[in-house]
């Protein structure tokens, strides 16, 4: 269960927070090892509407973990822009929440093949040649955001608050 925000002013809306993860191309996904230890990796990834999708390779621990536990989160980080002589971080950061599922269905792993495609080779030469020949080694993951939570750094709320009003 998500926790509200304690410092509400820094809080991201979802429109801020699903643009965080459209222009962003790398985070942390976490997830529960069936031994019960947390297990976080860098992964890409691609949304299209309330689904985050990844690839993988057809057996690993990954899966392991997904067999085990569901539930799942990514972590995004947009900024992280240390002040020292300030003692702080700007930073701005987007937790998504939700459950993974292993894509099964044949027509539903091809189209998020394509969202991953699309995000990351959008006019590569060959990209139905290279879908067509690792679609059978591959395996197609979406995590289904149940929620989403954004953050900021009170100096860039402080910012933008006097961008608007100078």
Known sequence: MQREMRRINQELNKNACLNILDRNTAGVLA???????????????????????????????????????????????????IHPEKFTTYFRSVIAFGEMEVIADEAKKREALNILVDKYALNAPGREEEINGAFHRVCVLALRMDSISGKEAIELVRQREKEKNP
Do not use: M, N, W
């Open 31 to 81: 997830l529960t090892s069936p031994d019960g230890h947390p297990y976080a990796l860098p992964i890409s990834y691609a949304r299209q509407g309330e689904y985050l999708y990844f690839h993988c390779a057809p057996v690993g621990h990954k899966l392991d973990c997904i067999a085990h536990e569901k539930r799942a989160s990514l972590c995004v980080i947009d900024q992280d822009e």
